[in-house]
């Protein structure tokens, strides 16, 4: 476990050099144009600290520059901090929460730094498609909350859906949103995330009949019946994710909008993929998140809308 009293999550100075490390392992490159070790600290009674300069094209960076971090008032240990206090927490950690921890001026402050975590968290294309080797991967969808302006007397159409694939293999998941829970939309994710010689699992919802033709090989439970396993054929696996899920904005959460559901998903996800039965603790598993803030930014505006770049 890692300690909390590490300099790291105390210390500016020692923060930042944590965090070049992990965005520069092969040695500090200029985000302006590329150039791998050739710049210089920047001293003076008025620089900021960690201010480099590009001996190539001549301008100023930082390690910041380019990540959900850049232009945040917030001092890189507490982001540091509230990173791994989020992806140690197994069911999340809420705003209010990190709010009275780190002892920030404001909520909003707190919910938006959240965000920008839950947006590094983000998991970007697969390198290797789920199944590969035909491998088995179940599928399944679940129904959260209530969508706004909806009769919480109507059945599933007044829910937030979510469908999501587990890699039983790799242990990894990849969860999706939609505004309806209908093949149109299930099968180019399960296309563009699953391998065709994998063994495609689901429970008998006819939402499945016509995306199994596009893999080797299609099984499924009927759960109508009461079957809910039939040798290892069973999505128990992803039933589990979702009960954590669940749990999580049930408890921690309570209340998501829409437009942020996406974000909550991504923070599960990786937590669930980035688990202790996968061999990551929570130091290795607080370095993944942070080494993943490079290369994305989220505004205020786009977070209190749901959206990102």
């Known amino acids: 476990m890692t300690n909390l009293t590490d300099p790291i999550f105390t210390n500016e100075e020692a923060a930042r050099a944590h965090f070049e490390a992990l965005r520069w392992p092969d040695g500090r490159m200029c985000p302006h144009c590329g150039t791998f070790g050739n710049s210089t600290l920047m001293q003076g009674k008025t620089t900021r600290p960690g201010l480099y300069k590009c001996k190539d094209c001549r301008k100023p960076f930082t390690a910041t520059m380019g990540t959900v971090y850049e232009r945040s008032h917030i001092p ?17 950690m809420s705003a209010h929460q990190l709010f009275r921890m780190l ?15 839950r947006e590094a968290m983000r998991a970007g294309e697969l390198e290797t498609p789920f199944g590969s080797e035909g491998g088995a991967v179940e599928v ?17 159409a007044h829910k937030m859906k979510v469908i999501s694939l587990v890699d039983r293999n790799t242990g990894q998941i990849r969860s999706y949103t939609f505004d309806q829970m209908i093949s149109t939309y299930v099968e180019p994710i399960c296309r563009a995330n699953i391998a065709k010689e994998a063994r495609l699992i689901t429970d008998g919802a006819r939402l499945y009949k016509y995306v199994g033709k596009f893999f080797n090989s299609h099984e499924s439970v ?88």
Request: hydrophobic share 30%.
């Open 222 to 309: 009927d759960h109508s019946r009461g079957e809910y396993a039939r040798g290892d054929v069973f999505t128990n696996t992803v039933e589990g994710s979702f009960s954590i899920f669940k749990r999580g904005m049930k408890g921690v959460y309570q209340h998501c909008g829409e437009q942020h559901l996406h974000r909550y998903l991504a923070e599960f996800d990786f937590r669930y993929s980035n688990r202790t039965a996968l061999g990551i603790n929570d130091g290795e598993r607080a370095k993944r998140a942070i080494a993943g803030v490079v290369g994305k930014r989220l505004t205020y505006q786009q977070a209190d809308r749901g959206y990102a770049n």
């Open 140 to 156: 399944d969808e679940t129904y959260i909350g209530q969508l706004k302006g909806h009769d919480v007397k109507q059945s599933g």
């Open 76 to 92: 890189l240990h507490k982001w540091l901090l509230a990173t791994h206090l989020l992806v140690s927490s197994k069911k999340g």
């Open 103 to 117: 002892g920030f001026g404001s909520y909003r402050t707190a919910w938006f730094m959240a965000h920008r975590i």
